[in-house]
Structure formats: C-alpha cells, structure tokens
C-alpha cells in the first residue's frame, strides 16, 4: 500500500462525487470511443503520418492543436513505435518499454521526434489500460493533490512512470474501477473542477 488512508479516503469521495452526478460515467464513455477510434487509426494496414496525427488528436488533443506538421518525415518511425507500443514483449518491465519508446532509435529504442512521454503512455494505455497509465500534467497534478508526491511531467524516467502506475493501481483498487483510463478519467475530472489553471 502506497497511499495513506486520508489519500485512499479521498479518491472514494472523488469516486463518489463523479458517479453521483454522472459527469464521470458521460466523461469515460465519450474517452472511450475517442480512443476507439484511435485505435482503429492505429492499428489500420496503412498506418501514415497522416492517420497518426489524426489517431494522436483524439487521445491527446490540447498539445497537438498547437504544433503542426511535427512529424514530417516520420512515417517509418511512427510505424515502428506504434506496432512496439502496441505490442510490447510480455517478458519486458514496464519501465524496460517506457523508456525504449522514449530512446533514441540510435541507441536501439524508438523514439519519433515529438512524440514524448504523455503520447507514449496515451498510446500504451489505449492498448494495455490494465498495465499501463496516463501520464499527463492534469494526473500529476491531481495524485499531488491527492498524497503530495510530486511527478515532473515530461520524465522519460521509467522508474518514475512505474511508481506513477503502482499509485494508479492502488487507486484503481480504492475506486473499484475498470482499469488505469477510468482512473486517469477520475484523476482528469478532478483536476478540471479543482485546479484549473
């Protein structure tokens, strides 16, 4: 156990308070047919830089709308990341396969210019969301919230994201939850209604 009982106390009430209203359950059902529909992007025969840029917009949206044209050139390297984040070696430890897709592919990983530590954990939740989580500035701001330990968002650090997914865990548990989307769905709400920038 992680997380202290005033932590795990206060995610239920989050649970609680989202299930009550129905914000919550409208919130992950319309993530869930954008990643559905990312996923199908991905997993296409043809997977293109274009289909990529469409599939990265529907998982992680407020980044992208900001940066155009950021993977001209990266077909190849998008195909390679996509098919190793979609099917990573079982055998592998998470933070083995977190910071491989963050590595250069010069020194054996897989990295596509652009594509940082929040895609990378977008597109391995969308495929694995029982084994891996999101790793976003609203997640790390809401988990500090909930325990005060502090994740620097942008960390290509596996040792980070693996504690970062054993909390994830943890709350999953408290809040009796489907798996690490409807945590980090949780996470993103109370982050909206309680720090907003």
């Known amino acids: 156990m992680i997380l202290s009982s005033q932590s795990r106390n206060k995610f239920t009430m989050w649970v609680a308070a989202y299930r009550k209203n129905g914000a919550w359950l409208h919130q992950h059902q319309k993530r869930k047919e954008r990643y559905q529909d990312a996923g199908e992007l991905l997993t296409g025969p043809h997977l293109t830089v274009y289909s990529f840029d469409l599939a990265a917009k529907k998982l992680w949206s407020s980044g992208l709308l900001r940066q155009k044209n950021r993977w001209q050139g ?15 070696p079982l055998q592998e430890s998470l933070v083995t396969i977190y910071e491989t897709a963050l590595t250069p592919t ?5 990295k596509v210019a652009g594509v940082g530590p929040n895609l ?29 330990k502090d994740f620097r968002t942008g960390s290509t650090n596996g040792g980070h994201y693996e504690e970062f997914v054993q909390i994830l865990n943890e709350l999953k548990s408290v809040g009796a939850l489907e798996d690490l989307m409807e945590v980090d769905t949780v996470l993103n709400l109370a982050y909206t209604d309680s720090f907003k920038d």
Do not use: W
């Open 74 to 88: 990266a077909g190849e390297g998008i195909r390679m990341l996509v098919a190793y984040l979609s099917s990573p």
């Open 106 to 110: 010069s020194q054996g990983g897989y």
């Open 120 to 148: 990378v954990s977008e597109i391995l939740t969308l495929h694995h969301p029982q084994r891996f989580g999101i790793y976003n500035k609203r997640s790390c701001v809401a988990i500090y919230d909930l325990c005060s």
